[in-house]
């Protein structure tokens, strides 16, 4: 889950019963879709509206003997919290990516994260003007330059002096 701001933030939960950082998830109830679970898991665990974005893979692992498998997704979040945290949350906290790697108590979160946190947060203001001049510039043709942009290019090889060019 992560929220706009001058930086991009990403949320991660303390546990009540273990003190653990981890990231939002839970269970699904029985007849419900994995990305209706997901999103009613994070609202009650931060609070948060969000919306739902891109999916961004599974971790699987066992517990208590038995496998398990959460999925996560890119989720945007509201700028304030709607709803009151679950009695399982004891804190939420929205870290910038790589703290928020640092801080979860999971090494296969950790891990999740530092793959897919880059993608998730999206990229920063300045990489995407960066990118979008690289794509206007690749996007140019030279036959679909203006005439004006030729004649600048061309006039600024002409030598400076009005007088006879020399022969070498």
């Keep these: 889950m992560v929220r706009k701001g001058a930086r991009r933030l990403v949320a991660i939960v303390q546990r009540s019963k273990d003190d653990r950082w981890v990231l939002p998830r839970g269970k699904l109830k029985r007849t419900e879709r994995a990305v209706v679970g997901a999103r009613r898991e994070v609202v009650e665990e931060t609070g948060h509206r ?3 974005r891109e999916y961004l893979g599974a971790i699987t692992y066992r517990a208590s003997g038995r496998p398990k498998v959460v999925q996560f997704w890119r989720m945007q979040a509201a700028a304030r919290p709607s709803h009151d945290l679950m009695k399982d949350i004891a804190a939420v906290e929205w870290l910038p990516l790589k703290a928020a790697i640092r801080r979860l108590s999971y090494p296969l979160e950790k891990l999740f994260l530092d793959n897919v946190g880059r993608a998730a947060i999206g990229p920063r203001k300045h990489a995407r003007r960066k990118l979008k001049r690289a794509k206007s510039k690749s996007s140019r043709s030279k036959s679909g330059k203006s005439k004006s942009a030729k ?6 090889k002409r030598p400076k002096s009005k007088g006879k060019a020399k022969a070498k």
């Design 151 to 156: 004649a600048k290019r061309t006039k600024s």
């Design 50 to 52: 969000v919306k739902v």
